[in-house]
């Protein structure tokens, strides 16, 4: 089974730089965040779903359609119901359903933006891109061995749950405080069998030189070519008119 | 490309572990020079481990312990040095593949080592690509290691510590999780290294692998108690047994003949001949026969061309059709990736075939709950770590029962038998976190023999267990079978098929190959070699006769003596 969310493709956007994306995508999302009317954010929508598509990574979101499609659902109908309406705010009738919509295309751009990047970046790129915009080594590592470790114990968690089925635990039955008891037998197991793997994790990053006290270096990288660079003009000159829209007031229902 | 070693010398290490207190090494000594293979054999606990741990610098650096004694490298001393310090002269192997891979694809795998000493970016790249030569996974190149197979995970294991330059190489049970192809990768590995000049010293728990080593150290209780050229120190049965070591098959037999005989089976067959066997005495109880009646009876689990595709992954089994009946010994084999565990998980209905039917005396396991099945079928996982949770071991086997509404007078019974059956009824109060993994092992079955079922399921029940440990298991099920449960074994190992198994289904790519008694397969050499199996010395040498001998006893039962021999 297929726990890890990169993609491996030849596409465009996989070859891109690893701080280009980073960067790229941490414009998108504060793009995506400024402004809360769906017409303008439902550009940006569209502008991630192309991407995804041109990187091949609709899998990602197929996967995930259990949250993707729930997320949307949700989202629109307590924004909608729990709409502000402030003082001063657009008049009542659409706007409560139009702001619902706009913060659950908002929500689901984040999402798809995130799953991109996820799909298109292996937890290398990930960490060196990290390290390129000052994130200390450690952290950086830890930030993905954490992605990496993720399906593992994901993995070790369904296996003990299928070991406790087949001694009879039913997560199914009883009240609610009951159910979460039952949770026990799957959650020792786990957490004593992560213990142990940390511990033989550990011991093979020390054989691997972890901690020489050296100065780190890595494979050869292509330095940021013309193509890097136009990712994040693209997505640099969206950002610069979301926030002109942004401080002209406009695309927002509830104002600023 | 590596530092060039001359000699790895160890005098008289000792090593005194505080948390719990424990003196786990005691006056050890041995050397390896460069080009050397040497290989260490023992018990469980018996220090194995430590010893290795010691050179490398994981003890006392990162498992606190009082160290005392030398190790030096060309001289120089070691001993207390950090790991990190160490890492690009003395690399280590470990038995858990998964644990010490970290990246996504092989090449950023070897690239991690060296890049963490502050090799130079374009030496790191000519070091991957040689390290990947080394070990032939040049073309795996860009593949995500967790796709990678058993054998090809611990070569990429290796090859990831090659590029850092090391000198020693320290193998801690490598082969252990192996099958039978991978093993015979890693060994081919050591032997390209050692050719190279590396100093290398494997841990292992076979003896076969590391005959052609240049020395062999015994060890118990935390000394080294015999070293020689293991081909003359495998011959010393005793020694073997006493540091809980499986035996050489031959030596055994050379033993109870009062002969001298030599280890490789080819060899044996020419100097048994020379003696004056030209053959074996028939077979007075064929495999066929040892077959309980029950088993020709109605099955007791029917699979009908089962299929099974993983939810987006390949199909995992094809078209499986087998019966098995009550009483049976199935030994299931075919190697990592194969099937097997697929088809094992739908006999107690784990998994739901995605085409066929699997029937439980007659019934299709899909419309029956899943608890009904496992209190038929047991299922015991490969690591017992996976299902232990309990504050006792009695609690621990009181969990499943209690499940299907035992209790009272009946559980505290149900439980005792168990304790007895595993040989536990003296540790029932223990905590299973504290037992040994032999004793870990047998709990685990204890577990799933509480429910009482017909049919049980064993995934490697032997793995990372000594000899002892592994005999004790096995044994058990021998008790188990002869009260009617039907044994279904997967495994890797050929001793274990050998002289527990009545009936073998070989998978191979995700397809029953072969369905048939014991004898018929290991006497078809195509069989064989499809399955990467080889039967242990003992059956090879009956077979070299024209026979099936499952053990060395009746090996030496059916050996047509001359007088002088008898």
């Not at chain 1, 979460?180 to 020792?188: D, E, G, K, L, M």
């Not at chain 2, 004694?69 to 160490?86: F, H, K, Q, R, S």
Request: overall charge neutral.
């Amino acid at each position: 089974m297929a726990l890890s969310l990169y993609i491996d493709r030849a596409s465009p956007l996989h070859r891109r730089h690893p701080v280009a994306k980073l960067a790229a995508m941490i414009l998108f999302f504060a793009a995506t965040f400024l402004l809360d009317d769906p017409v303008p954010i439902a550009p940006l929508t569209v502008a991630v779903l192309v991407a995804t598509a041109a990187a091949h990574a609709f899998p990602n979101l197929w996967r995930l359609r259990w949250i993707v499609g729930p997320v949307f659902v949700f989202t629109l109908a307590i924004w909608t119901l729990f709409y502000p309406a402030p003082a001063g705010g657009a008049a009542a009738g659409t706007a409560p359903w139009r702001f619902g919509l706009g913060m659950a295309l908002k929500l689901e751009t984040f999402l798809a933006t995130g799953l991109l990047f996820l799909a298109t970046t292996t937890v290398e790129e990930f960490a060196f891109a990290l390290r390129s915009l000052g994130v200390p080594y450690r952290a950086g590592f830890v930030v993905t061995l954490a992605f990496r470790l993720v399906p593992v114990f994901l993995e070790s968690a369904l296996t003990v749950v299928d070991a406790q089925r087949c001694r009879g635990l039913d997560f199914t039955r009883g009240r609610v405080h009951q159910r979460i008891a039952r949770y026990v037998p799957v959650i020792v197991p786990v957490f004593i069998g992560g213990l142990r793997r940390a511990d033989r994790m550990a011991f093979a990053l020390e054989v691997r030189g972890f901690s020489s006290g050296r100065r780190r270096t890595g494979l050869p990288r292509p330095a940021a070519n013309a193509g890097d660079w136009l990712l994040v003009a693209v997505v640099g000159a969206a950002f610069v008119g979301y926030v002109t829209l942004w401080m002209l007031g406009t695309g927002r229902i509830v104002p600023r | 490309m590596s530092v060039a070693l001359r000699r790895l010398e160890v005098r008289a290490l000792e090593c005194r572990f505080a948390d719990p207190p424990a003196q786990a090494l005691t006056g050890v000594s041995l050397t390896v020079d460069a080009g050397e293979l040497v290989a260490i054999m023992g018990e469980s606990g018996a220090g194995k481990s430590t010893l290795l741990r010691c050179v490398n610098g994981l003890v006392p650096s990162l498992v606190p312990a009082a160290c005392e004694g030398e190790i030096l490298l060309d001289g120089a001393g070691v001993l207390g040095v950090p790991v990190g310090m160490l890492a690009g002269r003395v690399a280590m192997v470990f038995q858990d593949f998964e644990a010490q891979l970290f990246s996504t694809n092989v090449r950023l795998e070897v690239a991690f080592g060296p890049a963490q000493l502050g090799v130079a970016p374009y030496e790191i790249e000519r070091r991957v690509a040689a390290a990947l030569a080394r070990v032939g996974l040049t073309d795996l190149v860009a593949r995500d290691p967790r796709a990678l197979s058993g054998g090809q995970k611990q070569r990429l294991a290796i090859a990831s510590i090659l590029a850092m330059a090391p000198a020693v190489i320290l193998f801690d049970e490598a082969a252990t999780d192996l099958d039978p192809v991978g093993r015979q990768e890693l060994y081919a590995t050591l032997q390209r290294l050692r050719t190279e000049g590396l100093a290398l010293v494997a841990v292992e728990h076979e003896i076969d692998p590391v005959l052609g080593a240049d020395r062999l150290y015994l060890m118990r209780a935390g000394a080294i108690v015999a070293s020689g050229p293991p081909a003359v120190l495998a011959c010393d049965v005793d020694a073997f047994l006493a540091c809980g070591v499986r035996p050489h098959d031959l030596a055994v037999l050379a033993r109870r003949l009062d002969v001298e005989l030599p280890l490789a089976v080819e060899d044996a067959v020419e100097a048994l001949r020379r003696l004056g066997v030209s053959r074996l005495l028939p077979a007075t109880k064929d495999a066929a026969s040892r077959r309980p009646a029950a088993a020709d009876g109605p099955p007791i689990l029917e699979v009908e061309h089962l299929s099974y595709r993983y939810a987006d992954g390949p199909g995992a089994v094809h078209d499986v059709s087998v019966a098995i009946g009550a009483g049976e010994v199935i030994a299931l084999i075919g190697r990592n990736g194969s099937g097997k565990t697929t088809l094992a998980k739908h006999l107690n209905g784990l998994l739901r075939a995605t085409s066929g039917t699997v029937r439980l005396d007659g019934a299709d396991v899909a419309t029956v709950p899943l608890d009904r099945v496992a209190q038929q079928v047991g299922y015991v996982f490969q690591n017992p770590d996976d299902q232990l949770f309990a504050a006792t071991v009695a609690d621990e086997i009181a969990f499943g029962p209690r499940n299907f509404g035992l209790a009272g007078d009946v559980l505290t019974t149900r439980v005792e038998e168990v304790l007895a059956a595993v040989g536990l009824a003296e540790r029932r109060d223990a905590d299973p976190f504290l037992l040994s993994k032999g004793e870990r092992q047998r709990l685990a079955v204890a577990t799933v023999l509480a429910m009482a079922p017909r049919v049980l399921i064993l995934d490697e029940p032997t793995t990372g267990l000594d000899y002892p440990q592994q005999r004790q298991m096995l044994e058990l099920l021998v008790r188990l079978r002869a009260r009617g449960t039907t044994i279904v074994l997967a495994t890797h190992s050929p001793w274990v098929v050998a002289e527990y198994a009545e009936r073998v289904l070989l998978m191979h790519a995700g397809r029953l190959v072969f369905d048939g008694p014991l004898a018929t397969f290991v006497a078809d050499a195509t069989l064989l070699q499809a399955a990467a199996f080889e039967p242990p010395p003992a059956m090879r040498l009956g077979l070299a006769f024209g026979r099936v001998t499952r053990t060395v006893d009746e090996l030496v039962a059916a050996l047509d003596l001359p007088t002088r021999l008898r």
